[in-house]
T-cell receptor, first 111, second 113 residues
């Protein structure tokens, strides 16, 4: 069963920021938060991960609350190609590291 | 992206026949995974490998076996295919420390009639 809670769907206007929330209240201290996305019929794609601090890369920004029980993925300028299902996952990496994918959030970017 | 290929990309087979799906990577990643994806269930882990000849079960391993004789290849075998194994199968590799991000292949769509 999924250990994260995400809204099933969200809409965003093209060019605007998309903010995708995730609750992960059972996360342990050494577990990372990962975000992946899956564009229709393709394999999932890694986006970003973080432990405690906020992170930014060329694709997105990740904001993790101080208590680490929730996070927000930010796509600063959403495009139509960002329409996908976004998965929030947590895990500790290394030996016995297995991702558990829930149902994610379907983000639809509208023109 | 990691160089991950899956073969075949599409396959239709009959109930009771054996089927082998192949995953090939060019990144020399130690960890490899097989997932299946079905409507309403998301991605579920079937088996994974943490090195050559080292494999372990995931949450939905019944009816599946795997083998890894080389770092670059991870095979998934359905010994006797059933209609419940109709699914899209994804292979993934893991980059290792510090990020442990997983890279996924394009998927294999398997239909068991």
């Amino acid at each position: 069963d999924a250990k994260t809670t995400q809204p099933p769907s969200m809409d965003c206007a093209e060019g605007r920021a998309a903010n995708l929330p995730c609750n992960h209240s059972t996360i342990s201290g050494n577990e990372y938060v990962y975000w992946y996305r899956q564009i229709h019929s393709q394999g999932p794609q890694y986006i970003i991960h973080g432990l405690k601090n906020n992170e930014t890369n060329e694709m997105a920004s990740l904001i993790i609350t101080e208590d680490r029980k929730s996070s927000t993925l930010i796509l600063p300028h959403a495009t139509l190609r960002d329409t996908a299902v976004y998965y929030c996952i947590f895990g500790s990496g290394g030996s016995n590291y297995k991702l558990t994918f829930g149902k994610g959030t379907l983000l639809t970017v509208n023109p | 992206d990691a160089g991950i290929t899956q073969s075949p990309r599409h396959k239709v087979t009959e109930t009771g026949t054996p089927v082998t799906l192949r995953c090939h990577q060019t990144e020399n990643h130690r960890y490899m995974y097989w997932y299946r994806q079905d409507p309403g269930h998301g991605l579920r882990l079937i088996h994974y490998s943490y090195g050559v000849k080292d494999t372990d079960k995931g949450e939905v391993s019944d009816g599946y076996s795997v083998s890894r004789s080389k770092t670059e290849d991870f095979l998934l075998t359905l010994e006797s295919a059933t209609s419940s194994q109709t699914s899209v199968y994804f292979c993934a590799t893991e980059s290792g420390p510090p990020a442990y991000e997983q890279y996924f292949g394009p998927g294999t769509r398997l239909t068991v009639t």
